[in-house]
Nanobody
Framework: QVRLVESGGGLAQPGGSLRLSCAAS????????MAWYHQAPGKQRELVAG???????NYADSVKGRFTISRDIAKNTVYLQMNSLKLEDTAVYYCYLRNSLDQYWGHGTQVTVSS
């Protein structure tokens, strides 16, 4: 079993920054993919950014140039640096991990962008 614990959410003003962290623990075996999704009220959960074990990244068009995903393999931790935040970035952000055995979700952390 794998456990994902997110931290770093909160309130930010438009144009501000936040940094999310997700620490993975448990039976993490082999290569794996980690990502951040977000879900706004009344909307589907959507991919924000992902990163492979090899360091390849992918981003939603809406966050390209503003958000950066990174990982510390030794700590089994993935980060999401969010800059130039917009009102529409308000959502619950979920950490996600997929390996050869299964996929896992964190419980989510709220990000609110408001003036």
């Amino acid at each position: 079993q794998v456990r994902l614990v997110e931290s770093g959410g909160g309130l930010a003003q438009p144009g501000g920054s936040l940094r999310l962290s997700c620490a993975a623990s448990g039976s993490i075996v082999g290569m794996y993919y980690m990502a951040w999704y977000h879900q706004a009220p009344g909307k589907q959960r959507e991919l924000v950014a992902g990163i492979t074990s090899g360091g390849s990244t992918n981003y939603a068009d809406s966050v390209k140039g503003r958000f950066t995903i990174s990982r510390d393999i030794a700590k089994n931790t993935v980060y999401l640096q969010m800059n130039s935040l917009k009102l529409e970035d308000t959502a619950v952000y979920y950490c996600y991990l997929r390996n050869s055995l299964d996929q896992y979700w964190g419980h989510g952390t709220q990000v609110t962008v408001s003036s």
